[in-house]
Nanobody, 115 residues
Framework: QVQLVESGGGLVQPGGSLRLSCAAS????????VSWYRQAPGKERELVAH????????IYADSVKGRFTISRDNAKNTIYLQMNILKPEDTAVYYC????????WGQGTQVTVSS
């Protein structure tokens, strides 16, 4: 059974940090490129960060460049999103997405940035 399970979300004050994790199972994770997306209330889902199969290349949305870092551990079938200097506008449900010939979505984890 294919699963992507996100964790690490929560409530954090502006300027704080969170680290999201996404644990994969049921498919050949190392052969898939993986991304983090987010969706805020009333907005469309948007790409936050992307990492290639080997982790050699990454892409970031302009809004998170310099603050967020995506990484992966293929031995653990897990991807991470380190989020620093969080802002209220980062508040959203964060999803991981793995794709090769087909794509798989996780169920999402809520991140709320508020004082």
């Amino acid at each position: 059974q294919v699963q992507l399970v996100e964790s690490g979300g929560g409530l954090v004050q502006p300027g704080g940090s969170l680290r999201l994790s996404c644990a994969a199972s049921g498919f050949a994770f190392s052969g898939y490129a993986v991304s983090w997306y987010r969706q805020a209330p009333g907005k469309e889902r948007e790409l936050v960060a992307h990492i290639t199969r080997t982790g050699g290349n990454t892409i970031y949305a302009d809004s998170v460049k310099g603050r967020f870092t995506i990484s992966r551990d293929n031995a653990k079938n897990t991807i991470y999103l380190q989020m620093n200097i969080l802002k209220p506008e980062d508040t959203a449900v964060y999803y991981c997405y793995a794709v090769y010939q087909i794509g798989y979505w996780g169920q999402g984890t809520q991140v709320t940035v508020s004082s």
